[in-house]
């Protein structure tokens, strides 16, 4: 017996240094992985809805055909959901929603909220209103097995305490809702005070919940906001990524924002996750501008 062990690890030990002494030399290369057919990918990419908002309201998509979409023209595995493009939040859509893109192979992700009151609201009674209609996309995203439901802030100055202190209560109430089914509750630089990352993060301090985190968006910053170093902040309680994009030039770089300098922030904080697609560039044709958005990201995959 004790012979015959001695052979099998013999014979491991010098297979693998005949496979051209890749495995003991060290880590293989992400090139060779895939020459081997596998998957180094630091993360992946998915669309995010608002990036066919033209095509949607113009009658030419459905939100039911997006999962295809994902699959067939970009060959995308995840999918960003808007609320405003549902027709109904009705349990039985919600499965033939979630039957189509089992189907096609593609995830689910979030849900981004608009529309449903401003959490950080003066008057109460708004802002308790404001809670319970997002609510329901809380039960929605639960049972399209999203992992977050993305929320607006509110429309309160940057540095304003008071508007913090009235946000951080109303996403106090939202997170204890999501916590049975263990749904994130993200805020994204959206407008108002979100759009300081040193405001919105005050609002995630003052909670103190691992269900309350981020979505930095790569736009939606105003002029005096350095938009590197406050996607650099935003990072560490990210849950989700939207790559914001508008034009790109000849070598198909993005003319607004540096993304090789976005993205290495992105991966600095340890980001493995979905890195959405955000296209809201002045090209009607919305399927090119996601293409060459998606062109941009696979560089730094």
Not at 128 to 136: D, I, S
């Amino acid at each position: 017996m004790a012979g015959q062990e001695w052979s099998r690890r013999s014979f491991l030990k010098h297979g693998l240094e005949a496979v051209g002494g890749l495995v003991l030399a060290g880590p293989l290369s992400r090139n060779t992985i895939r020459r081997w057919g596998g998957s180094m990918k630091r993360f992946e990419i998915s669309l995010a809805a608002w990036s066919v908002h033209r095509m949607f309201y113009g009658g030419q998509i459905k939100q039911i055909d997006l999962p295809e979409l994902c699959r067939k023209e970009f060959d995308i595995g995840g999918v960003e959901l808007v609320n405003s493009f549902f027709p109904s939040p009705q349990y039985s859509y919600c499965k033939d929603l979630l039957k189509r893109a089992a189907d096609h192979g593609v995830k689910i992700l979030l849900i981004m909220c608009d529309g449903e009151g401003d959490l950080s609201a003066a008057d109460r009674s708004q802002r308790r209103q404001a809670v319970r209609n997002h609510r329901k996309w809380l039960d929605v995203a639960q049972v399209l097995g999203c992992h977050s439901i993305r929320c607006n802030a509110g429309e309160g100055k940057a540095g304003d305490t008071d508007a913090i202190n009235r946000c951080a209560e109303s996403f106090s109430e939202l997170v204890e809702y999501a916590r049975p089914d263990k749904i994130n509750v993200i805020i994204e630089n959206h407008g108002g005070f979100s759009s300081d990352p040193d405001s919105l993060l005050a609002v995630i301090r003052q909670v103190n919940d691992p269900l309350l985190g981020t979505l930095p968006d790569f736009g939606n910053f105003p002029p005096q906001v350095d938009r590197y170093d406050a996607v650099r902040k935003m990072m560490p309680l990210a849950r989700a990524v939207s790559a914001k994009c508008y034009e790109f030039d000849e070598s198909g770089n993005e003319t607004t924002i540096d993304y090789a300098r976005m993205m290495q922030i992105v991966l600095d904080a340890g980001y493995r996750g979905f890195v959405g697609i955000e296209y809201e560039g002045p090209n009607p044709d919305e399927i090119a501008g996601v293409k060459a958005c998606q062109r941009l990201l696979a560089r730094f995959q």
